[in-house]
């Protein structure tokens, strides 16, 4: 089928396709959490004493008692056989952004040749999957492949069910033999750990006697497009890279700021009421969700939930919008830029911390003591981004993420803290030693000194912050959409750990010497000012006037592309942070830094490839084929006497001539391999093959424009974004 008659038959099959009726509604309390083998689960079908212990280790986060493993599996089990399931699956996040899961059947066949269901608790506790075939970035030769899953008690098993029926799913660490971790949730649960024990000790210095475990949340929004399968099959950058390498930017992109809030389109309102119907069952609390900025995109958030059980909630809520789009005749992209020249996705971290005794600590509260506790937290987050903002840079750089940070539509990669001016008042009024005056009414005492209540919502938001605080949280909004959010995660908790200890060492060291509590607190939050007060900034990020402020008067970094941020990994602060507070040992670290690095590179050079293909076997030949055509248009109209100008042959011959020019440099480019390191590998990608790859898009949307529309093969902009 000629390009035209592809897309021709696309539209028709969209627009005459019939709407998946919308499922009767049914009860949130009746599907809530079905598919979830959690506490009141286990309430009901073990044994009082096992229920108590297994319920310590999921609030506690201590070891599971091995002695209740097979009880606790066999009833897992019987619930998962009631539910229809056959199989059972370890569950597993490899350091790349995907989930990974190995089946194995319940079934055990006796020496009578009969069969029956069997589920121990060695195999719900422990898993071996064939680790060799996921990157472990040095970590274990070929010989050592053996990787283990082991179950994470704090995160509860599930059923997924798909239309070739159901399994059960026990969610996973993964480490190599020699204990070292393979995963993301390894140094997401250390990272709490570490958290949780500066966080108590400064609780406790602070006054507090009585004090729970200190666990952070996460509530991620996350952004997507929705394209017709008719159109995304057509075009194989989709396929295989999930964003668009080629296509000129529509005559209407988002300029009227139409899409955004506007009326879900019925179809697309379908999908997502079948999205949150599985969310929902998994009891993930899909809470809002509404049209995006530009043109075909969209936005499903969850209430928060703790950070380890929010992150394997995030992995499977992307799982769930690809699936569910499939059965809904679209394709879901969590591309962080799919289409040029409109606004990309991201997913904005929402991020705090908390106990059951103390509360949200980064909720200002309503007490002179609270609110002090309050700034306390807060300090240790500003000096954290202040210290570690390369570290934070590095934990969201992607291949694909690098296309949006900085671009005018998502933050710059240069990493600030946004307070709102309320908040930044009152740490300007900390480093200048006299917390008297107040910006606004209703002055508090804090003893020694006077600061304002904060109001929970500062009301002005600063979309062009990278790291904003929204009231009772922080949102890391340079998130890619793409992405895991363990990754920030671990690098927001594991700072902030760091950033407690200190605290609570000069607290010490100030209360050791006869201050009051107060006067202790105000002097270790005039150094973290002084120190780190750098990194606070409320103005526009966007701007070049910023840009140069940051980096040239604030001594902040500006890694505008992965190869740039990859290598703060290995950084000698980096590796410390780390290592000290037991997150990551140096070689989990650097085996990171390889993972990603390669990661990074391939993925350039997969869409090098493809850009050269598309080039020669799409464009090239739609250009010759309409050249033909033309210019036998040309050459019989001269035979008439009319003079039909030849300039719009020449014009379309000299692009496809230049095209063809930049994908052979491209191409002999692709076949560089000498590096002598990784990081000059990256670069390479990053300075050679991406300006090459754009200077070939570049004649290949300048072809879109000139070329007869019946004769382009790719579907267009227009079509993908538009036609639902
Ligand atoms: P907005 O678009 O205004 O940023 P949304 O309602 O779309 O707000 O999303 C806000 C997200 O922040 C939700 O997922 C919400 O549950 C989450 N959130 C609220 N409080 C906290 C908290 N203490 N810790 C983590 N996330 C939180
Ligand atoms: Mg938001």
Redesign the pocket.
Known sequence: MSGNSARVQAVHQITNRQLMPPKPPQRLEEIWAANVFNLSKMQASLPKAVFKSIQKTIVTGQKLDASIADVVATAMRDWAVSKGALYYAHVFYPMTNITAEKHDGFISVQGDGNVISEFSGKVLVQGEPDGSSFPNGGIRDTFEARGYTAWDVTSPAYIMETDNGATLCIPTVFVSWTGEALDKKVPLLRSIAAMDKAASKVLKLLGNEDVAHVNS?????QEYFLVDANFASQRPDLLLAGRTLFGKPPAKGQEFDDHYFGAIPERVQVYMQDVEESLYKLGIPA??RHNEVAPGQF?I????EAANVASDHQQLLMTILKHTAKKHGFVCLLHEKPFAGINGSGK?V???V?NATQG?L?DPGDSPHDNAQFLVFCGAVIRGVHKYGPLMRAAIATASNDHRLGANEAPPAIMSVYLGSQLEDVFEQIKNGSVSESQHKGVMDLGINVLPPLSKDPGDRNRTSPFAF?G??F?FRAVGSNQSVSGPLIVLNTMLADSLDWIGNRLENELSKGSELDAAIITVLKEVMEQHGAVIFGGNGYSEDWHKMAVEERGLSNLPTTADALPVLKEEYVRELFEKTGVLTPVELESRFEVYAEQYILSIEVEAKLVVSMAKTMIYPAAVEYLSQLSATIGSLADLGVNLGKESAQKVADLANSMMGSATKLSEAIKKHDFDTTEEHMNYCATVLRPLMDEVRGYGDALEAEIADSFWPLPTYQEMLFIK
Request: with cysteine; net charge negative.
């Open positions: 949340s996460c509530g991620a929004e809470k809002t936005e958030a969850p209430f928060f904005h929402n991020w705090s908390g949200n980064l929204t009772n949280r949102e």
